[in-house]
C-alpha cells in the first residue's frame, strides 16, 4: 500500500500546475483574479519579448486548430467560438525567431507563442477587443492584456507543440459561478491537444496575407 501512495505521489508531483485535464467540469477550472493568474515565460531570452503578435481572424483560428469551418449546426452562417480571441505571430516574428536562431549558432529559441482568450461572452468579448490593440510585443502582454484585465478572473492552460506553445486563457467576470461558454473551452482545449507537433512554425503558421519562409520564387541561375 505504501508503494503503491508513492508512486501517486510522484505522479502527482510531475503533472504540470497549469496543464489542466480537458475532462475537468467548468467549476473544476481554476481561476483566479487577473493579478495573480500566470502570464506568459520567456526564461532567459529576453529579446524574445520584443517580438509581436496580432489578432487573429476568426478563420485563421480555425485554421490553426485544424478545426472545420461552419461546424456550429445551429446558424450555419456562424463560425464557431464567438466569445473566442486568438493572437499569432507576425510576420517580423517569425523573420526575428529564424534571424536570432541563426546569429546564436542554434542556441536561440525558435518557438513561437500563440494565445487564445475564451471569454464567457460575445459581448464581453467584443467589449475587450475594443480595448486592446491589434497587435502587441510579447513583453508587455502580461501587463496590458492579462494584468490589465482588472475585475475579471482567468484560467490558465498551457500546452507545448513542437516549435509553438499555446497559451489558453478562459476570462469571466470576477465572482462569477461556473464559465458560460465551459463548451467552446473544451473543444478548444481537446482541439489544441489533438494537434501534432508544428515542426515550423513559418510553414504552419503562414495565413493568406502571411507567406511562409519556405516559399522562394523562381531565381534565374547563370550557366
Not at 1 to 26: G, I, L, R, V, Y
Request: aromatic share 10%; hydrophobic share 40%.
Amino acid at each position: 500500500m505504501e508503494e503503491k501512495e508513492k508512486k501517486k505521489n510522484k505522479k502527482q508531483k510531475h503533472q504540470h500546475p497549469n496543464d489542466q485535464t480537458t475532462k475537468s467540469a467548468a467549476s473544476d477550472f481554476s481561476f483566479k483574479p487577473s493579478s495573480e493568474v500566470k502570464g506568459l515565460k520567456f526564461g532567459g531570452q529576453f529579446i524574445v519579448k520584443s517580438f509581436t503578435i496580432r489578432r487573429a481572424r476568426p478563420l485563421e483560428l480555425l485554421k490553426l486548430l485544424d478545426f472545420p469551418p461552419l461546424l456550429n449546426k445551429s446558424n450555419a452562417n456562424k463560425l464557431p467560438f464567438p466569445s473566442t480571441t486568438a493572437f499569432l505571430p507576425t510576420n517580423f516574428t517569425i523573420l526575428a525567431h529564424h534571424a536570432w536562431h541563426t546569429l546564436t549558432l542554434g542556441l536561440g529559441t525558435k518557438k513561437s507563442k500563440v494565445l487564445l482568450f475564451v471569454f464567457e461572452s460575445e459581448t464581453m468579448k467584443l467589449a475587450v477587443d475594443r480595448i486592446w490593440p491589434s497587435e502587441i510585443p510579447l513583453g508587455e502582454v502580461n501587463k496590458k492584456l492579462i494584468r490589465g484585465l482588472t475585475g475579471c478572473e482567468m484560467a490558465r492552460f498551457k500546452f507545448r507543440k513542437g516549435c509553438i506553445t499555446f497559451y489558453v486563457y478562459a476570462v469571466r467576470g470576477a465572482g462569477t459561478m461556473g464559465f458560460s461558454c465551459a463548451d467552446d473551452l473544451r473543444t478548444i482545449l481537446q482541439s489544441v491537444v489533438a494537434l501534432k507537433d508544428f515542426l515550423d512554425h513559418t510553414s504552419m503558421l503562414a495565413m493568406p496575407n502571411q507567406r511562409s519562409l519556405s516559399y522562394c520564387p523562381p531565381v534565374a541561375m547563370a550557366h
